[in-house]
């Protein structure tokens, strides 16, 4: 046998260090070459790194946040000396590791009062014990109480909730992709002076249009929501305001234009806000722009978007769906200089040609580095993007 040493790789585009996220092994494993054995934060994106060889854990480097330089070592397995033979001797990933999770998860809160063989059994019926009332001493929830919630013949509906106090904290460690947001969000507030600009958008008619293509959509076909047709209408009114599709490099000190538009798309995750980039959405149609975005969302969800999907926008647009509320001020995705927010569409009274009507209207709340785009010029870009949504025909016009 003999030990081989893995050290931090060098993870690309001047990476000098990163963070532990997460080990997937603990020492005394044995694992298979390309098993996943750490996840770490670059300050670019999250990175799973697979085992270069078949062996058995040794030695670990770092926790859950700490940093370790590039060429550093990582850790440590003890191999086979023919590495061939190892790799053709190391036993395949056994099914039963998953069983601990299942024991843990049996019980998910102290404030519940069950037995064990109780959690569990919930824990396999689905149920949560919290939405269970118990019959014993102290509300404590009995086997019985217990099937009679499975057979949905409990008293559960109208059975009071006990209010118990409860005390302690928990703490939790700011790494990982959590930390990444937190610079980022603290660099871009306290390095660009924001000008924040809201408008409000009567979209009745793009409402109209929304229904109707989406009734010719097949059957069990996604529908197109608001943000295609926002992303195809922004795509043309940057071409009179390129000074919104612009990074700014600041160690050159120099302001760069593009003439493609790359957008990113701000997704919130399970881990966080991530931003996957819908490339050349000028070259695009609708029906292309909504499946790219319904694909970049979902890989930014489950963790599957690459380093490259997750780089590279030359403006943002965020929506906060159906929490979208009546206007937000959201943070710029630097080193971009705008950012567009969507709100929610309600319908609402509004006075229209001198009587009240009933209309479908959302606001549009954006922000822009007021280093390098006037206050002018951001209203101006909103105002020409409110008549393309107004009237939903110009956004498929060529001028």
């Not at 036993?91 to 063989?117: E, K, N, T």
């Not at 971009?336 to 929610?344: D, L, P, Q, T």
């Amino acid at each position: 046998m003999s030990r081989f040493v893995f050290k931090m790789p060098d993870l690309g585009e001047g990476t000098v260090a990163a963070e532990i996220v997460e080990w997937k092994v603990k020492i005394g494993d044995t694992v298979t070459e390309d098993q996943i054995i750490a996840e770490v934060m670059t300050d670019k994106a999250a990175v799973e790194i697979p085992a270069p060889v078949n062996g058995r854990v040794v030695a670990i480097t770092g926790q859950p946040g700490d940093m370790i330089p590039v060429g550093s070592e990582l850790i440590a397995f003890e191999t086979a000396d023919n590495p061939a033979a190892a790799r053709a001797a190391a036993p395949a990933a056994a099914p039963a590791a998953a069983a601990p999770a299942v024991a843990a998860a049996a019980s998910p809160s102290a404030r519940v009062m069950a037995s064990p063989a109780t959690r569990r059994k919930a824990h396999e019926a689905g149920i949560d014990l919290a939405a269970i009332g118990g019959s014993g001493p102290g509300g404590r929830i009995s086997s019985r109480d217990l099937e009679a919630a499975i057979s949905g013949k409990g008293d559960t509906a109208i059975r009071p909730a006990l209010r118990i106090e409860r005390e302690g904290t928990e703490e939790i460690k700011v790494i990982g992709m959590r930390r990444l947001i937190a610079e980022r969000m603290s660099a871009s507030k306290r390095s660009i002076p924001h000008f924040a600009y809201v408008e409000e958008v009567d979209v009745t008619e793009l409402e109209a249009l929304r229904v109707h293509l989406n009734s010719r959509l097949p059957t069990g076909q996604p529908g197109l929501s608001y943000l295609p047709f926002l992303v195809a209408a922004l795509v043309r009114v940057l071409e009179q305001f390129p000074q919104c599709n612009a990074v700014h490099d600041a160690e050159r000190n120099v302001i760069i234009r593009h003439r493609a538009v790359h957008v990113g798309i701000a997704t919130q995750t399970p881990d966080g806000l991530k931003v996957p980039v819908l490339r050349h959405a000028e070259g695009r149609s609708l029906a292309d722009i909504a499946a790219e975005v319904r694909r970049l969302s979902e890989a930014a969800r489950s963790n599957k978007a690459t380093r490259e999907e997750l780089m590279g926008s030359t403006i943002t647009v965020t929506s906060l769906g159906k929490l979208g509320g009546i206007a937000s001020t959201p943070v710029i995705n630097a080193p971009e200089v705008a950012i567009v927010g969507v709100n929610k569409a309600v319908e609402r009274p509004v006075v229209l040609n001198g009587a009240i009507a009933v209309r479908r209207m959302m606001n549009l709340s954006s922000s822009f580095d007021h280093r390098f785009v006037d206050g002018f010029d951001g209203a101006a870009m909103i105002q020409a993007l409110k008549e393309r949504l107004e009237h939903p025909a110009t956004i498929f016009l060529q001028d």
